[in-house]
C-alpha cells in the first residue's frame, strides 16, 4: 500500500515536532545545519519563517502524520528552498514525493537549493527534480552544493518515485 504524501499550512503546533526533527543527531551530521537552542528556534520559525509574508511554508505529511517541512523564501533577491524530514521518513520517496508536490504550487523561477556536499541523498532528491548543479557555498566551514530550478516541471509527479 502506497504512503499518502500530503501538504498543508504549517500550524503553530507542529513547530515542537520541527524542532525535535532539527535536533537529531543523524540529520544534522548529513545536513550540516547548525542546531538553534529550543527558544531561538521557536522565535525564528514564527518571525521569520511564519511571519514572512513573501515565504510559502508547508508542512509534509504522511498518512496524516507530521512528517516535516518544505519552504521557499527569497534571500539576498534569489528564491531558496528548503526542506526537512524526520529521520523516519528517509529513503522510502517521500522527500521526492513532497519536494515535488510543493514545486507544483512555488512557481518562482530560478529556485535555489544547497545541500551539504557529504549530504548526496538529498543532491540526487534535488537532482531527480530537475534541480542542476551549479556551484559550490560554504555555510559554517562546511561545502555546500548549490542548485538551481531554471524551469518548471510538466505534470504532477512525473519522474518522482
Known sequence: MSEQVRLRDVEPADLEVLFVQQHDPEALRRSRFPPR????FMAHWTTNVLGNPTGFVQAVT??????????AWWDEGCRSLGYWLGR???????GSRAVALFLEEEKARPLYADSFVGNTASVRLLEGLGFRRTDTVWYGGFEHVRLVLD????????GVS
Not at 537552542?37 to 531561538?40: G, I, Q
Not at 524551469?151 to 512525473?158: F, Y
Open 37 to 40: 537552542e529550543r527558544d531561538v
Open 151 to 158: 524551469e518548471p516541471r510538466g505534470g504532477s509527479g512525473v
Open 88 to 94: 523516519r521518513y528517509w529513503g522510502r520517496g517521500i
Open 62 to 71: 504522511v498518512d496524516g502524520e507530521l512528517a516535516g517541512n518544505v519552504l
